[in-house]
């Protein structure tokens, strides 16, 4: 038997004794785009890098973990989310653990008919994409804490 | 001050020739790629923030650290302003593009011995 704990401080239960367990520390957010070619996975590749590439997170280091330890959930939204290859869109992602989900979102313009070259799709795509980093992580209870973390 | 993240962003003023907009501009698009979700998660203090920012652009003169400084929510906001960023002139108007570019960096005083990974 186990105690469950509300904890207004993250606003769900956690297990007494337990500080907390899968811990959001940052969200990145990007758009991406296919202009020509209609592909959804392209534009969601595209969105993801512009979340991953706009900033720098340097996390693992400032808690003293190793990088590998971050977990990376991406949440990609786009007109047509069975079109999306999500192993494409792993496969951006330099380390870590995680996964990718896929819903409906984005936004598709209809091209005007004039626009339309050969060989090109009838449609432009926006993408977008969330990166959401957390850390199974706790705070250690034997050590004494300092000063910037409060309980 | 450990650095928790590096912002980046990029703001321009297409016509104004007015540097600190497109400072303030690239300061936003740096600030709204991100969102630092520990503060809340770890409950942590957003006032013991330290705030770093670099603006780069081609007269740093012309730009109002201050004005730049209030576009920063939270934290102690620190504005330093380098030759950088890009000017682009459209030779037959002479209209001057201004392009900014923008480094946010937060930093707070975190220590590692107060985290732990959760055993598996």
Request: hydrophobic share 40%; net charge negative; glycine share 8%.
């Amino acid at each position: 038997m186990y105690w469950l704990l509300w904890d207004r401080t993250i606003k769900q239960p956690v297990e007494r004794g337990k500080q907390m367990a899968k811990t959001r520390v940052a969200m990145e957010l990007g758009m991406g785009s296919s202009l020509r070619r209609g592909d959804y996975t392209q534009a969601a590749v595209r969105a993801l890098k512009d979340a991953l590439w706009h900033n720098s997170l340097s996390m693992a280091e400032a808690f003293g973990f190793a990088k590998e330890a971050m977990i990376v959930d991406v949440e990609i939204a786009v007109q047509h989310p069975d079109q999306v290859d999500t192993a494409t869109v792993k496969a951006v992602l330099p380390y870590g653990t995680g996964t990718v989900t896929v819903t409906h979102g984005g936004l598709d313009i209809t091209k005007p008919t004039r626009n339309r070259a050969a060989g090109t799709s009838d449609k432009t795509i926006i993408a977008h994409a969330a990166v959401l980093v957390s850390f199974d992580m706790e705070r250690q209870t034997s050590a004494p804490t300092t000063a910037g973390a409060r309980v | 001050m450990t650095r928790l993240i590096l912002e980046l962003g990029a703001g321009n003023d297409l016509y104004g020739e007015d540097y600190t907009k497109a400072a303030c501009r690239a300061v936003q698009d740096a600030l709204h790629h991100s969102s630092l979700t520990l503060f809340r998660t770890l409950n942590l203090a957003h006032g013991d923030m330290q705030v770093n920012v670099t603006i780069g652009v081609q007269h740093p003169e012309r730009v109002d650290a201050a004005v730049v400084a209030a576009e920063l929510p939270r934290g102690k906001a620190i504005v330093t302003v380098v030759h950088g960023g890009q000017n682009v002139t459209d030779p037959d108007s002479g209209s001057v593009s201004v392009i900014a570019s923008a480094a946010v960096e937060a930093c707070l005083d975190l220590n590692p011995n107060d985290w732990q990974l959760s055993p598996t």
